[in-house]
């Protein structure tokens, strides 16, 4: 029920509770002053002022800020919001958009479609005029959840009687669910304290006197009464959808009450919590997890994505000759060659030359470990939603178990980063030109390279001094290129000519220094400028090959088959021994707050699922 009038100065919210048993003794709670009770209504009321002051002030302010109070009776089960009445001209600490803030905060209660609008007017103005009549006819334009209540009937003059006769009786206000006259406390009663009791009985009797045909359709009581049955009415109403929905909150409030109950057997709880936690980690990094995320890549698909569109994109992209230019590699060859002429093929100009140039497939091989390691803690995030409830309800424990996550990674990370860099400087020092993996990258590398390597060593030369095709021919197993398929006597031709250039190449490399040949300065820095390049596509391959596969071997799967031992012995052994399984699962204290305000909600729904069942026979 929504009420607005001049008097307040702050949204009240007051639910009447209906107690179980016979006692007719009434008392009240306020939100603000846990497990104080007040039996006594004059002491409600000086707290309500005292409390309105303190957030309000005392000279006329408003606040957006509620005082919630239950009142616990036997007679009307019932929640009232009482708001601030329309003031046009701000007075006293008012701002000056007073009036703008009022109608917000009214608004915002009253358009609720489920709120019962208590539109007060005073007896003794015009009701054309009112401001709360004209707001509620706005919010609800058929007057079907509006009730009109008339105070000051008290403060009429007799001559107006009948025009207020005709007030109360629905003639001169359109709403459907009633007008209700009322009188209530004067100053004057207030200054005396007059009880309530006082009140309503000199109410009916003013009632009586004035109005002696229809005084039982109107005072406090009526009003009372009127409120529980439209309240009654509407349940009825929405009963079908009313008791679905109660039901299911209270099947919700049920499993997360259970989710926040404190576990009887410590020891079994937390052996069960930490195998559930290693078993969710693993489940979520093989991609065997219950709940398949449709918002997010997680898991092992993350760690995959790291390794397909991170590192090999960055590895791929390194160019063999980046910061490498044939300045550079003449003054290499000069440094490496001493007082001598430098031979057909350098071996030490070309050693240096990749050691430098394969040194940059070092940080981003690196780096791949350091981003698969923050995955990895990630992971631990979208691991089972019950296990990370769990663990967010007990500080101490999810901390223990962030840091064992951290040690074991630790641990795999520096002994994985210390062989990847050992595994490639093993290629930087010890160049193996002989290899036929390197030979054959040779062959697939383009017609320029091939070409300047063997023209190099002049020996692509045939007899009659034009230049032969067997490297000008493109490789028939070049990757991504369609090719004609030959007649078996021109295949067995090709086959001839790509065995002949392998044999040459291989002769050529394996000799280096042993070639007693001298080349002019250019031809010699591009020649190791193509070897360079070759050689270091051929290492390239291996490394992007390598990397991925060390880091699931020795990184993923070695963390992931000594979690669980890793988990039981850091944190339940550990607090085990020392006694101290009461110091891991001490709960959050938010947790606390939070199963006490579940249990009250869980009775009220069950409270209400009750009412329902009795107002069905009302």
Known sequence: MIRYTEETKKSMLMSNNIEDSENTTEW???LHRPNAYYFDFDLVRNEIECRTNFLAGSNKGITNNQIILKIHTNRYDLTFVDLPGITKVPVGDQPADIDEQIQKLIISYAEQSNSIILAVVTANTDPSTSESLQIAKKLDPDGIRTIAVVTKLDLIDEGTLQDTKDLLCGRRIP??????GVVNRSQKDIVENKSMDATLKSETEFLKIYYPDIYTKHGNKALAHTLQMVLITHIKKVYPKLKIELEEMKQKLGKKLLALHTPDNKISFLIGLLKDISKSYEDTIN?????????KIVGGASIARIFQQKYLKTINAIDPLQDLSNENIAKILLNTSGTNQSTFVNEKALQRILSRQLNNLVGPSLDCVELVRSEMLNI??????RCLDI???????????QKIFEKLLEQNVNNIKEFIASYIESYQECLNTANPDFIMEIVKSNNTIQEEILAAANINKTSDGNTSDIFLTQSPFTFGKSIVQPIPDKMTELKKIEINRIQMLNQLLSG???QEVSLESSEQVKLHRDLSICYFEYIRKIVRDFV???????????FLKDLDKNLNQEIFQTYLIEKKIDE???EDESYKKDRIDVEAKLDAVRKALKSMVDIQYF
């Open 512 to 514: 280096l220094n042993n």
């Open 391 to 401: 663990l967010k309800r007990y500080p101490q424990l999810n901390e223990d178990v």
């Open 287 to 295: 991609g065997n997890q219950n709940d398949v995320s449709v918002e």
């Open 28 to 30: 009240v709670e306020f």
């Open 584 to 586: 891991v699962l001490l």
């Open 175 to 180: 709403v459907k669910l009633g007008i209700i």
């Open 380 to 385: 631990l995030n979208s691991i089972d939603i």
């Open 548 to 558: 991925p596969k060390r880091i699931k071997h020795k990184m993923i799967n070695s």
